[in-house]
């Protein structure tokens, strides 16, 4: 399985960039889609998901400003991420996992996630 992020750039604060992950390789279930972030010196935290039933999770840092979309067809996520700030200046991070939770707790957190994208740098200029 591999995942292909793309989108990334540099930005002036307040602008947008619209970030994809295509999944390809063997078939399997993409029950989940996600978005990770790392700042230098910084943890990878969690942005948004999406699953495959429709349910759509975002962190409080970015809740309002960012929309995580997905193509199921396609096995690919988007994230939309508009008004941006020096502060989401990060390595975004794709992941996917077929693991399916009723509750969606453990998809805030990188357990869940099996399989995880090469990163694409993000970085908004103040």
């Known amino acids: 399985v591999q995942l292909q992020a793309s989108g990334g750039g540099l930005v002036q604060t307040g602008g947008s960039l619209r970030l994809s992950c295509a999944a390809s390789g063997r078939t399997f279930s993409t029950a989940a889609m996600g978005w990770f972030r790392q700042a230098p010196g910084k943890e990878r935290e969690f942005v948004a998901a999406?699953?495959?039933?429709?349910?759509?999770y975002y962190s409080d840092s970015v809740k309002g400003r960012f929309t995580i979309s997905r193509d199921n067809a396609a096995k690919t996520v988007y994230l939309q991420m508009d008004s941006l700030e020096p502060e989401d200046t990060a390595v975004y991070y794709c992941?996917?996992?077929?693991?399916?939770?009723?509750?969606?707790?453990?998809?805030?957190?990188?357990?869940?996630?099996?399989?995880w994208g090469q990163g694409t740098q993000v970085t908004v200029s103040s």
């Open positions: 992941a996917t996992t077929p693991k399916r939770y009723v509750s969606g707790t453990l998809y805030y957190t990188a357990r869940p996630y099996d399989y």
């Open positions: 999406a699953t495959n039933d429709g349910r759509i």
